[in-house]
């Protein structure tokens, strides 16, 4: 599954930096190269009350997995033993990778043996800058059929709301 992960980036690299006047990839004035931009939409689950179920194990987090046109996508969940210092916001919250075409994309969203969700996504692609790359809107989220409350989210850099999340309600 890690190769797969590392095909679909070198994709998206390979298709989203050109080739200048001058014949130099697209580039920084400093000469330094551009990183790709990653999006993500964080789905936090939550009971009546707003405890997260994620956090009180009714779903253990590396139990569940996202599946998108066939490929199946683990963990979804940070595990905080592998990652140092990591933020309070996305502590026991599901994260999948926005990408897709314009319009409705669906995630399946496996909380456990005999839990399967669906999110549907609804994207639009915004204007593309000189190297092809471009930001992605949600336009719009559904859970199991019921619209949720899109808001733009920064999980690392608070100046940076380029990620979305919602709450669900299970």
């Known amino acids: 599954m890690k190769k797969a992960g590392l ?9 989203s930096c050109n080739q200048s006047d ?13 990183d790709v931009i990653v999006q993500s939409m964080y789905v936090e689950l939550v009971d009546a009350n707003g405890t997260n179920l994620i ?3 009714t779903y253990p987090g590396l139990d569940i997995s996202a599946e998108k046109d066939g490929f199946v996508i683990r963990p979804v969940v940070f595990d905080e033993s592998k990652i140092p ?20 994309n669906t995630w399946v969203i496996k909380l456990n043996e005999n839990e399967n ?3 549907v996504i609804d994207l639009k692609h915004g204007a593309a800058d000189e190297c092809g790359l471009f930001l992605l809107d949600v336009l719009s989220a559904t859970y199991n059929g019921v619209e949720q409350i899109v808001e733009p989210f920064a999980a690392y850099d608070v100046d940076s709301k380029i990620d979305f999340k919602i709450t669900v309600v299970k």
């Open 22 to 34: 001058d014949g130099v990839p697209c580039a920084l004035p400093d000469g330094s190269s551009v």
């Open 117 to 119: 969700d669906t999110l």
């Open 7 to 15: 095909y679909l980036m070198a994709f998206l690299v390979s298709i």
């Open 55 to 57: 956090a009180n194990d």
């Open 85 to 104: 210092n990591l933020p309070e916001s996305v502590k026991d919250i599901i994260v999948l990778e926005l990408l897709g075409p314009e319009g409705e």
